[in-house]
């Protein structure tokens, strides 16, 4: 009985050891080298990070800038990078993602970064609306009409 409990003890630190080196690993791994690939500067904010409940209309708003964000970049690319973006949105990859493999040249680099700040001014003043809406649902209430008397 002790035997088997040792064995089931063994495999199990194992297979922990396992996991914990290839969690490693998998941190380690190189980023791009950035003198043959440039990367994209991306803008994190906390709102990105965040649960939001957007209103129907403020989707649709979204989803017509990205749809407008889209076309702008497409003008832009040769037809072998554009075929290219086309089947990585469709397979829904991230843009920075498809925007680092087309290998675009710095004219290319710059015009794209251009409408990636556009697009993400427009999801912003989209957002922005939205708080605004919820900070007046939370309980202020605008101040009434008539004064208070005493």
Do not use: C, W
Not at 19 to 47: E, R
Request: proline share 5%; charged share 15%; hydrophobic share 35%.
């Amino acid at each position: 009985m002790s035997i088997n409990s040792i064995k089931r003890l063994s495999v199990l630190s194992t297979i922990f050891a396992f996991a914990t080196i290839s969690h490693g690993l998998v941190l380690a791994a190189p980023l791009p080298n950035s003198a043959t690939t440039p990367a994209l500067k991306t803008q994190t904010s906390p709102v990105a990070h965040q649960s939001i409940k957007l209103t129907k209309q403020q989707r649709l708003q979204i989803q017509l800038a990205r749809q407008q964000r889209d076309k702008d970049i497409e003008t832009l690319l040769n037809p072998s990078q554009d075929t290219k973006f086309k089947a990585a949105l469709q397979s829904r990859q991230r843009i920075r993602t498809v925007l680092t493999s087309l290998n675009l040249s710095p004219t290319q680099h710059k015009q794209v970064e251009s409408i990636l700040q556009t697009y993400s001014l427009q999801v912003k003043k989209i957002l922005s609306s939205q708080a605004s809406q919820t900070t007046n649902s939370v309980g202020i209430t605008s101040p009434t009409s008539q004064p208070i008397t005493k």
